[in-house]
Nanobody, 127 residues
Framework: QVHLAESGGGLVQAGGSLRLSCAAS????????MGWFRQAPGKEREFVAA????????NYVDSVKGRFTISRDNAKNTVYLEMNSLKPEDTAVYYC????????????????????WGQGTRVTVSS
């Protein structure tokens, strides 16, 4: 059973940057496809980014392309989300998640394609 713990959230001004971390324990992290999602107040949870086990392939929601970067360090069992040029609309609780093994085709981007979730870290971007 994989356990995930996010960190790095906080309050930042528009245009600023944050780096979120998600530390995994209890599983074979290097074989896991990982994703980041977010949920803004009053809205449904939204896919943000995903990365394959080797870090070769990534996928992003259009609204963060060019601003956010997902990466991973398998030696540290950690996946990161570097967020630059933050906007107030990026305000949300950010969650990391483990994709259900056996996915085919495009990197998973639906929350039902992920079966393990962290507790989330809050990001607030002020205007």
């Amino acid at each position: 059973q994989v356990h995930l713990a996010e960190s790095g959230g906080g309050l930042v001004q528009a245009g600023g940057s944050l780096r979120l971390s998600c530390a995994a324990s209890g599983g074979t992290f290097s074989r896991l496809t990982m994703g980041w999602f977010r949920q803004a107040p009053g809205k449904e949870r939204e896919f943000v980014a995903a990365i394959t086990w080797g870090g070769v392939s990534t996928n992003y929601v259009d609204s963060v392309k060019g601003r956010f970067t997902i990466s991973r360090d398998n030696a540290k069992n950690t996946v990161y989300l570097e967020m630059n040029s933050l906007k107030p609309e990026d305000t949300a609780v950010y969650y990391c998640a483990v994709a259900t093994p056996g996915w085919l085709g495009s990197l998973p981007s639906k929350d039902y394609e992920y079966d393990t979730w962290g507790q989330g870290t809050r990001v607030t971007v002020s205007s």
